[in-house]
């Protein structure tokens, strides 16, 4: 196991940030909590509740991601790397989506072949990372009329491990996610080849990345066309 990271970094504009982030955490875990406990005869009202629920479950995990890279880009938390089994951590990534997908009427498939080995990474960070980008995918096929699956992604290559997801109705392409970057925050739809909205998920996910020296980047697997980050295998990574 191994730390990095020392000292905080914050300026006051991202202590700002942070607060409010950490703010709104605890409505979103009360609203979870009520819609968890919530008893209705009424199988249309019940339904209602769950839907409360996977809409709290899935804003509270974006905000939890966003809190999560402020406070290690500020190194105000500090990266805990270990190796990583890529493929445990995308299934468990597509179970934490599978809720929030299953009110949308989207499927989410996993496809880590026999060859995906172990990356050295902090396993909070890489998978609200996923989870992060997972909920821009789900959202985008629920926008879309076929709603075709989200899949989550991980295979060899021969600069490392490349995870992601991907679906098969996507536009994207290089210069759109460069275009995204560019206008971030200043467009209300920066990735409208992709979601309409500010995709949110898309920038927290490059940002938490970043943190491990990996890059959001357009990619395609399997005639499949999706965001994905090259990792490199545990024995291999060294961050500067």
């Excluded at 500020?74 to 599978?98: F, H, M, Q, R, W």
């Excluded at 920038?203 to 990792?231: I, K």
Aim: net charge neutral; glycine share 6%; aromatic share 4%.
């Amino acid at each position: 196991m191994r730390q990095v990271g020392d000292g905080t970094r914050l300026n006051s504009q991202e202590r700002l940030f942070l607060s409010l982030a950490e703010q709104l955490t605890r409505p979103l875990l009360t609203v979870s909590h009520l819609s968890e406990l919530a008893v209705a005869d009424d199988p249309a009202a019940l339904a209602h509740w769950q839907t409360v629920r996977a809409i709290a479950d899935s804003s509270l995990q974006l905000v939890e991601g966003y809190t999560l890279s402020l406070r290690v880009h500020g190194k105000v938390t500090p990266l805990n790397l270990e190796p990583i089994t890529i493929s445990a951590l995308l299934y468990d990534t597509a179970e934490l989506l599978a809720p929030f997908a299953r009110q949308y009427g989207v499927d989410v498939e996993l496809d880590t072949g026999p060859r995906a080995q172990p990356v050295l990474a902090d396993r909070a960070v890489l998978q609200a990372a996923f989870g992060s980008l997972g909920q821009v995918f789900v959202t985008a096929q629920a926008e879309s009329e076929e709603r075709l699956p989200v899949r989550l992604s991980a295979h060899r290559s021969r600069h490392g491990v490349v995870a992601g997801l991907y679906c098969s109705s996507t536009q994207l392409g290089v210069d759109s996610l460069r275009r995204a970057r560019a206008i971030q925050g200043q467009a209300r739809q920066p990735l409208q080849h992709l979601v309409g909205g500010p995709a949110a998920g898309v920038f927290v996910a490059d940002s938490l990345l970043q943190t491990l020296a990996a890059h959001l980047h357009v990619a395609r697997y399997h005639n499949l066309t999706g965001l994905a980050a090259t990792l490199q295998p545990s024995q291999q990574l060294h961050l500067v």
